[in-house]
């Protein structure tokens, strides 16, 4: 399968893009404190079958029995939703994945239940920075290689550390498909990108360790020393001149466009 896509391809990975993005602005209301992650999986199972009448992406992929992953503090991802009630102070992750016609949209972000410790709160903030300063680089030319080395750096600037064993993925009619985008590497090196190249950055990042923990369920994965981890996910497309946001949220543009600082950037953004 060819990781370039055609015009025809991309168009339909704008609409399943667009679709995951409205599942997590959907959700959002809805995290509070008090509420289940079981409860938030229904939601969003209902909300992608009924009105968007499209189909949970993540729901039997690899035999996963649930719509979404539910990552809760020292959670790194793969959390599965549970009947456990989300408290005062937690930070969850909420990772979706929508197919529409035939190709996947993916994205997460993790959200502050509540009111959090300053720490939890800096944590959170640190790590869409680094997913939004990622994307800031795409554009033909440059290599995976670039884009993983400005995450690790700036993670680690702040004290933070990043997870190496889980990285971002090509994307389209596969959930999963070439190239593997990591979130450290050498400036450099790597694939380069091309336009037409569809694929998530999704860094993981921790407040102590980058060791982590495997469950017996083989999904959930925590941090080691229990301290906290985030993450924040778009999907990606390489334009001819820099890159689109094939999951931005409508809520998300204003703040988007000014860490971009549109107005010397306006050539190589393309907004939905």
Avoid at 31 to 50: N, R, S
């Amino acid at each position: 399968m060819s990781i370039i896509k055609n015009a025809q391809q991309i168009q339909c990975m704008r609409y399943a893009g667009s679709l995951t993005a409205r599942v997590l602005e959907a959700v959002e209301p809805l995290v509070q404190p008090g509420v289940t992650t079981l409860a938030l999986d229904q939601f969003c199972h209902d909300y992608i079958v009924q009105h968007l009448k499209a189909i949970p992406g993540c729901l039997g992929q690899y035999d996963y029995p649930y719509t979404i992953n539910t990552s809760v503090n020292e959670v790194v991802c793969h959390g599965w939703p549970s009947n456990t009630p989300l408290l005062e102070g937690d930070i969850v992750n909420i990772d979706v994945t929508v197919k529409a016609e035939g190709y996947y949209g993916d994205s997460s972000i993790t959200f502050l239940v509540g009111e959090v410790s300053e720490s939890a709160r800096h944590l959170v903030y640190i790590t869409q920075q680094s997913l939004y300063r990622a994307i800031a680089m795409v554009k033909p030319g440059v290599k995976l290689g670039d884009i993983g080395a400005s995450i690790d750096e700036f993670a680690q600037s702040h004290g933070y550390s990043v997870v190496k064993e889980f990285c971002g993925h090509g994307i389209g009619q596969q959930m999963h498909e070439q190239p593997d985008v990591l979130h450290y590497g050498v400036p450099g090196q790597g694939m380069m990108l091309q336009e037409g190249m569809t694929f998530t950055i999704e860094p993981m990042i921790n407040q102590g360790t980058a060791r982590i923990k495997m469950h017996a369920d083989g999904w959930t994965v925590t941090t080691q020393d229990k301290r906290l981890s985030a993450q924040f996910e778009h999907t990606i497309l390489v334009t001819q001149t820099g890159f689109e946001v094939l999951t931005l949220r409508d809520r998300e543009r204003k703040s988007f466009a000014s860490y971009l600082d549109l107005e010397n950037k306006n050539d190589a953004i393309h907004f939905l």
